[in-house]
């Protein structure tokens, strides 16, 4: 014996709205938010340093007394 | 012939329906109050309840929905990380990020579909992958924190609030809403025949093989093929403006 099939009541299409503007539309918490913003600051943080560092020196400038 | 959503309750009344198969088109369109079809679904769904017809749909509208949302809900999210981190974001993603969300917001205000082209997406998980942190890289990072909370309760929840009714198949049971078994030859019938899509064809096909005596869909092609099909012994349904628009 199969389960009764469920019925669609009216104002669905409404409620399914009123769902989706809260769950789906939702914004990040602070916390959330807080932790996205550490891994963007650590890649930048990083380029950063590799941007400060000297240039590695060619070895050919060396030996041709370049530097 | 194919008919429109405005005819939906007339029939219902003099035909007497108990069973409405919906397909992906409309349950999404249902379930995303930004598309255009959203208020026309909504009344149609209102004609189903008020003439207490059940709805109806299987495994391939599930998929195909989930895979519809997971498109329109990246594009929304990747909005919400530029406007959340614009002032730590630069370079290339911050260009790629702005230019989306211009194209995001002409495409909405055009009343055009939102949902993301596949390549876009991967060149997101690209450029957001080249982010690293102890938890994960910043793709995995922007999902968790956006994607997944949004994408994981949309099908519960549309199940729920619309009360939405499975036909399954599997094999050796009796099916109460189908006539035949659906084969897999059927649906590729239909994809040779008509140069359906094979979600479409699988989803037509277990249509095609119930006894459910109506369709809502807001593709047009998947009407007239379901249309012809049937010949006559089915009632399909599309939204108004659907027809108007190819007019």
């Not at chain 2, 909370?149 to 609030?161: D, K, V, Y």
């Not at chain 2, 035949?180 to 019938?189: I, L, M, Q």
């Not at chain 2, 249509?207 to 010949?231: G, H, R, Y």
Request: glycine share 4%; charged share 30%; proline share 3%.
């Amino acid at each position: 014996m199969s389960a009764p099939l469920k019925q669609i009541k009216k104002g669905s299409v409404a409620k399914f709205r009123e769902f989706y503007n809260k769950v789906v539309r939702k914004p990040l918490s602070p916390e959330d938010r807080e932790e996205l913003r550490d891994v963007f600051r650590k890649k930048n943080q990083s380029e950063q340093t590799e941007t400060n560092k000297p240039k590695k020196i060619a070895k050919s400038d060396q030996d041709m007394g370049l530097t | 012939m194919v008919e429109q959503f405005s005819g939906l309750s007339a029939a219902l009344s003099s035909g007497n329906f108990s069973t409405c198969f919906v397909d992906t088109t409309v349950l999404f369109s249902a379930t995303y109050p930004l598309d255009s079809f959203n208020e026309e679904c909504e009344k149609s769904f209102n004609n189903l309840a008020d003439k207490q017809v059940k709805i109806l749909t299987n495994v391939n509208v599930r998929a195909e929905f989930l895979e519809n949302h997971r498109r329109v809900l990246i594009a929304e999210c990747l909005i919400d990380l530029l406007e959340d981190e614009e002032s730590g974001l630069d370079g290339i993603l911050l260009e790629k990020l702005k230019a989306h969300r211009t194209s995001y917001r002409r495409k909405t205000k055009e009343e055009k579909s939102a949902k993301m082209d596949l390549n876009q997406i991967k060149i997101f998980r690209r450029l957001l992958s080249a982010y690293d942190s102890d938890r994960g890289n910043g793709w995995e990072i922007f999902c968790n924190k956006y994607l997944v909370g949004r994408l994981t309760p949309i099908w519960s929840a549309a199940e729920q609030i619309h009360e939405i009714n499975f036909i399954s198949v599997r094999s050796n049971d009796e099916n109460e809403f189908l006539n035949s078994t659906p084969k897999w030859e059927g649906a590729v019938s239909l994809m040779g025949r008509y140069g359906l899509a094979s979600s479409d064809a699988m989803i037509l096909n277990m249509f095609l093989c119930s006894n459910i005596p109506v369709l809502l869909t807001a593709d047009l092609e998947m009407a007239e093929v379901a249309d012809k099909e049937s010949k006559g012994s089915k009632r399909i349904f599309v939204p108004d403006s659907a027809i108007t628009v190819t007019q």
